[in-house]
């Protein structure tokens, strides 16, 4: 495994296991099987409805908490809610988050955020960030902040590499974080001639060579999965490297394509949405 420092000192490991739109009962059975595989970084939020079973998978892995690197998400509607990083913690089943986001620019976020840094400074949660901020939301974030946003995890993978958001957080002291670094399962990116080309080379499947590139170009990832075998294969990516002139070719595929696409339309309605994540297993 590699590691990246945050800009608070804080260690995090480059790749872990995503659960989004994973039930309760695969989530916990995805982290079971990624802990044992090696993971050691696990991402969760209130909105996937799933804390508590990852929480239960930590338990049951018998691997010690710090050891464990947990991530999770402060949903808008919860943002302005005095409680909000308490009840996460209780879900979860822990005394500490090891780094917390805002999930979406919606709603009232500088609330939230003021709980995050809150919470930071009671050393109930190690580092904090944001996710799915554009640039002029995340300076907006900069100038008012007590404590600084070490993350930015948002939509990163071959077809959209971010490269002008990437500078701009680096200057910033953040981080990338990718979700959909496999492009959202899109057959188009991951048959790509070069990937094929690159696999037969290093002996390894065109998510592994697409999954080693984010590695080297400096983005942490959180593939999902509840595939066992495609957990496993997914942490394969630390016993080859990409040449330069491999990412040279990979970073001419950038189209500037996303599959997501934020709307104020669509940020009023998740301020709406109110996750059930009392009723969760």
């Not at 809150?118 to 949660?125: I, L, M, S, T």
């Not at 910033?172 to 094929?196: C, N, S, V």
């Amino acid at each position: 495994m590699e590691f990246v420092t945050l800009n608070n000192g804080l260690k995090m490991p480059m790749e872990g296991i995503g659960t989004f739109l994973l039930t309760p009962d695969e989530a916990e059975a995805s982290v079971l099987s990624a802990l044992a595989c090696g993971y050691r970084l696990i991402d969760t939020a209130n909105a996937y409805v799933n804390e508590k079973a990852v929480g239960r998978a930590m338990k049951r892995s018998g691997i010690h908490r710090t050891e464990i690197f947990l991530e999770t998400k402060l949903w808008p509607s919860f943002y302005e809610q005095d409680d909000a990083v308490e009840r996460t913690l209780q879900r979860l089943d822990t005394d500490y988050i090891d780094l917390l986001l805002i999930h979406q620019p919606a709603g009232n976020y500088l609330a939230g955020y003021r709980q995050m840094e809150k919470a930071y400074k009671e050393g109930k949660v190690k580092a904090i960030g944001l996710s799915n901020f554009n640039e002029k939301q995340i300076q907006e974030i900069l100038n008012l902040c007590d404590v600084k946003p070490a993350i930015l995890q948002t939509e990163v993978h071959p077809y959209d590499q971010e490269k002008g958001l990437k500078r701009f957080l680096k200057q910033a002291g953040m981080i990338i974080q990718a979700w959909y670094p496999l492009g959202h399962g899109d057959e188009a990116l991951l048959k790509e001639p070069l990937f094929t080309e690159l696999g037969k080379k290093y002996g390894k499947s065109n998510a592994q060579i697409i999954l080693r590139w984010h590695i080297q170009d400096g983005n942490i990832i959180i593939p999902g999965s509840k595939n066992p075998a495609h957990i496993k294969d997914n942490l394969n990516l630390f016993d080859f490297a990409l040449t330069d002139e491999e990412m040279n070719q990979i970073a001419a595929l950038d189209k500037g394509a996303r599959y997501y696409t934020s709307t104020p339309e669509l940020l009023e309605r998740y301020v709406e949405m109110v996750p059930d994540v009392d009723g969760q297993k």
